[in-house]
């Protein structure tokens, strides 16, 4: 098992990654972070009311599911929000240039780092 922030950095090995955090969903305090190209304290608190909303949702719709990951695209950038099955109440939130990075490559590394992350 790795701890957040070995784990934070074999995220940012991947190609075109620009920074990653693990952040508590209840409060929007991120446990962990690294890298840079986002205002990470920002980027947390606003992407745990993406996370909030879509479980909400997923309420609202009887939809006895989870969330694997969450994939936002814009222009330049993939920001990728993965809940931690490990650890309720926590997600993973990645970010990457989009131009440098392959998308399945990335999911797949978050998936694999999500599994090898302790608290």
């Known amino acids: 098992m790795a701890s957040i922030q070995n784990s934070l950095e074999n995220l940012l090995t991947a190609d075109g990654a620009l920074c990653a955090a693990v952040v508590d969903s209840g409060s929007g305090m991120m446990l962990g972070a690294i890298g840079t190209g986002v205002d990470l304290e920002v980027a947390a608190a606003g992407n745990t009311?993406?996370?909030?909303?879509?479980l909400?949702?997923?309420?609202?719709?009887?939809l006895n599911d989870s969330i694997e990951d969450i994939?936002?695209?814009?222009?330049?950038q993939y920001h990728l929000l993965r809940p931690m099955a490990q650890?309720?109440?926590?997600?993973?939130y990645f970010v990457l240039d989009k131009a440098k990075s392959n998308l399945a490559l990335a999911r797949r590394k978050l998936q694999d780092v999500e599994k090898e992350m302790s608290f």
């Open 71 to 76: 994939l936002i695209t814009l222009g330049k």
């Open 49 to 54: 009311e993406v996370v909030r909303a879509k």
């Open 87 to 92: 650890k309720e109440g926590v997600f993973i």
């Open 56 to 62: 909400k949702t997923m309420r609202a719709l009887g």
